[in-house]
């Protein structure tokens, strides 16, 4: 069975830094594409990036590009969604999902929880 | 970069109705790399269709998904109770390589 499993909810204040995690079981790991997609409070879903754990090649969205680093450990079957430094912006509630394989993008099967990050003073 | 439109915005009918959700991209989708995603209040999405017409795992037959190049539908035929959620498209053919429409929200009239 397929699974996605993120790490749990954040409390934290601007300008700090901050890294979510969502490990993937049931398939082999490296050979799919694994994104991260944002949902604000009572908003749409907003793609942000995107990471083949084989060769570890990403993409971003222009809206997010240089905002925050995707990586992925195949070791550990795991990825990765870090900021170096939250703005209150950033609250939001976080989903990473499986996408396609090699060059095919592909539509998202396999959703995590998700991971609601909150950033206030 | 592709844009999505979905129209309408909110759309309120009742169970057993017909619904009819549209999505429209400034420019063509490769392929026909255009899905269909289901969400419900404090869930994840949910895949329903992808290739513009083939059913994700699982999904009933009266959700159908048609069109090509900047026009898609989801159409549900009747619709059950549960079928009352957001409905997002994304195409994933065209850099950047994905985009999600605003959704639509199906509402019980």
């Known amino acids: 069975e397929v699974q996605l499993v993120q790490s749990g909810a954040e409390v934290k204040k601007p300008g700090e830094s901050l890294k979510i995690s969502c490990k993937g079981s049931?398939?082999?790991?490296?050979?799919?594409?694994i994104g991260w997609v944002r949902q604000m409070p009572g908003k749409g879903l907003e793609w942000m990036a995107i990471i083949y754990p084989g060769d570890s090649d990403t993409r971003y969205s222009p809206s997010f590009q240089g905002q925050v680093t995707i990586s992925a450990d195949k070791s550990i079957s795991t990825a990765y969604l870090q900021w170096s430094s939250l703005k209150a912006s950033d609250t939001a509630m976080y989903y990473c999902?499986?996408?396609?394989?090699?060059?095919?993008?592909?539509?998202?099967?396999?959703w995590g929880q998700g991971t609601l990050v909150t950033v206030s003073s | 970069e592709i844009v999505l439109t979905q129209s309408p915005g909110t759309l309120s009918l009742s169970p057993g109705e017909r619904a009819t959700l549209s999505c429209r991209a400034s420019q063509s989708v490769g392929s026909s790399y255009l899905a269909w995603y289901q969400q419900k209040p404090g869930q994840a999405p949910r895949l329903l269709i992808y290739g513009a017409s083939i059913r994700a795992t699982g999904i009933p037959d009266r959700f159908s998904g048609s069109g090509s190049g900047t026009d898609f539908t989801l159409t549900i035929s009747r619709l059950e109770p549960e079928d009352f959620a957001v409905y997002y498209c994304q195409q994933y053919g065209s850099s950047p390589p994905i985009t999600f429409g605003q959704g639509t929200r199906l509402e019980m009239k």
């Open positions: 049931g398939y082999s790991f490296s050979n799919y594409w």
């Open positions: 999902a499986r996408f396609g394989s090699g060059n095919y993008y592909g539509s998202a099967g396999y």
